[in-house]
């Protein structure tokens, strides 16, 4: 005798696996607002004081230590103002988990800044004593804002608009640090750094909340 057929699952089932997936497609296409605005500006002046310190340095491996730090300082204010504006978002007393375009986002941006640190590993070379001038002065400046750049447009495609043409920003001046001889490393890294940080975070910050 054939077996019963199976009862059909529950309407209320049916209905929650619905909302569900409703659920998981609105929010894997909705874009990532965390980006932080005053965050941006606080790396942006980082930069500011470094570029003149670092300009000082008569010593290739001094000037690379003063970027070094500033990369860490920055990195750190960032990350500290896109938390706080992510318990902002989901108040207090409530599990701070990543969202999917959180997960996007990042997982698009850390690629570009991981492949930059072994690049400039790579050329600085720490087997070998010295580090050549041109190094400091065009490659490694253009190398950095490409990168970073591409980072930035790469993960802005889940983001809010301005954040896709900050990177824009930065791979334009990349390009004009790496093939004008008469741009400076320090003044590019300033502007992109320095500047296009700041000017798109005080947009940031003004138009989606901090």
């Known amino acids: 005798m054939a077996a019963p057929p199976s009862e059909p699952p529950a309407l209320h089932d049916r209905a929650l696996q619905d909302l569900s997936f409703i659920r998981r497609t609105m929010e894997g296409a909705a874009s990532f607002t965390d980006v932080p605005g005053w965050g ?24 690379l230590t003063v970027w070094i730090v500033a990369a860490v300082i920055g990195a750190s204010v960032g990350g500290v103002a896109m938390l706080a504006k ?25 690629p570009a800044i991981l492949v930059g640190a072994v690049l400039t590993l790579a050329l600085v070379d720490p087997y070998a004593p010295g580090i050549a001038p041109h190094l400091t002065a065009r490659v490694l400046p253009g190398l950095w804002l490409l990168l970073y750049g591409m980072g ?24 004009l640090s790496l093939f004008v001889p008469a741009a400076n490393g320090d003044v590019m890294m300033a502007l992109g750094f320095g500047v296009l940080h700041a000017v798109f975070g005080v947009r940031i910050a003004r138009r989606h909340g901090g």
């Open 40 to 63: 941006l500006v606080g790396v942006g002046a980082t930069a500011l004081v470094a570029a003149p310190l670092a300009h000082r340095q008569s010593d290739p491996a001094r000037w």
């Open 86 to 110: 992510m318990r902002r978002r989901v108040g207090h007393g409530v599990t701070l988990r990543l969202s999917v375009p959180a997960r996007k986002f990042l997982f698009s941006f850390w």
């Open 152 to 175: 930035v447009m790469t993960a802005g495609t889940f983001s809010i608009r301005a954040v896709p043409l900050m990177g824009f920003g930065f791979i334009a001046l990349g390009v």
